[in-house]
């Protein structure tokens, strides 16, 4: 399986939802919370191409976007191949 990684920040509700999706398919994965790291936010800004919004997700060396993204993904049938690496 792919390694996901999940930028976040505290009382995100797209944040818990993008979760809930990746917990709901047994997905592990490393949360960096931004919430008061700007560091963390620059990293993320930068690894991200310039997006700003919570969350940006990371699958392997791809980067998914945001939550609407990844159900996006999960919707078109892509995201169990993307996770399988």
Known sequence: MANVTIYT????GFCTA???????KGVKYTEHDATFDQGLKKE???????????PQIFIGSTHVGGCDDLHDLDRAG???RLLAG
């Open 9 to 12: 920040r505290q009382l995100c």
């Open 18 to 24: 993008a979760k809930r999706l990746l917990d709901k």
């Open 44 to 54: 993320m800004i930068q690894k991200a191409n310039g997006r700003s919004t919570f």
């Open 78 to 80: 892509k995201l169990d």
